[in-house]
């Protein structure tokens, strides 16, 4: 099976709400990529963070990862109605996904 | 522009009429990768290859095939398909196995 898995499997905020949602992965890492899929489009890489990294920044995007709990956080600040998407992670070398995070964002 | 190039992006077929999806970037990557996604189900990989003339079983083989003659290319090949097949399939490219690059999608319905 795939290594991440994403959890919740839905997430529904208001407009301006922050959204978390996580990913748990099963063997270690070099890297770890998130990516976003709106309905019934291809995958689009978000943020890829290092295994040597804690923390990352990409706009409103904040990415944590925690190698001793074989676990990634990904933060969405001020959401807007546009992040309504479908959020996935995947770790280097491992080309496989999980059913992802489903993010509602209502206006 | 880099992009991963799939066609055709809808096709309508009937059951056991062999099809071919195709597939090809221009980025000079290494590893290509074939999914099929299905509700609640997420992305599942159906093949995928390292490298031209290397290529390897995903998770959901059964009833396709790939060839990778070329580095740019990865077609997908259903000799016989099946209304179980009907899905949403994507093609995806990396360099190192690492970030990938989705094409547009094929939506596939087999009836």
């Known amino acids: 099976s795939q290594q991440g898995e994403e959890d919740p499997q839905a997430l529904s905020i208001q407009e301006g709400e922050n959204a978390t949602m996580n990913c748990s992965y099963k063997t270690s890492i070099n890297n770890l990529q998130w990516y976003r899929q709106n309905s019934g489009r291809g995958l689009v890489h978000l943020i890829l963070i290092r295994s040597n990294e804690r923390e990352k920044h990409s706009g409103r995007l904040r990415v944590t990862l925690d190698t001793s709990k074989k676990s990634s956080s990904l933060l969405i600040t001020a959401s807007r109605a546009a992040d309504t998407a479908s959020y996935f992670c995947a770790t280097d070398g491992d080309m496989r996904f999980g059913a992802g995070t489903r993010l509602t964002v209502k206006p | 522009e880099a992009q991963v190039t799939q066609n055709p992006r809808y096709l309508i077929t009937v059951t056991g009429k062999k099809l071919t999806v195709t597939c090809s970037q221009n980025?000079?990557?290494?590893?290509m990768s074939w999914y099929r996604q299905d509700p609640g189900l997420g992305l599942r990989q159906i093949y995928y290859?390292?490298?031209?003339?290397?290529?390897d079983k995903g998770d959901v083989p059964e009833g396709y095939k790939v060839s990778r003659k070329e580095k740019r290319n990865f077609p997908l090949i259903l000799e016989s398909p099946s209304p179980n097949q009907t899905s949403l399939y994507f093609c995806?490219?990396?360099?190192?196995?690492?970030?990938?690059?989705f094409g547009a999608g094929t939506r596939l319905s087999v009836l």
């Open positions: 290859s390292m490298n031209v003339e290397v290529t």
């Open positions: 995806a490219s990396s360099l190192h196995g690492n970030i990938q690059y």
């Open positions: 980025m000079n990557h290494e590893y």
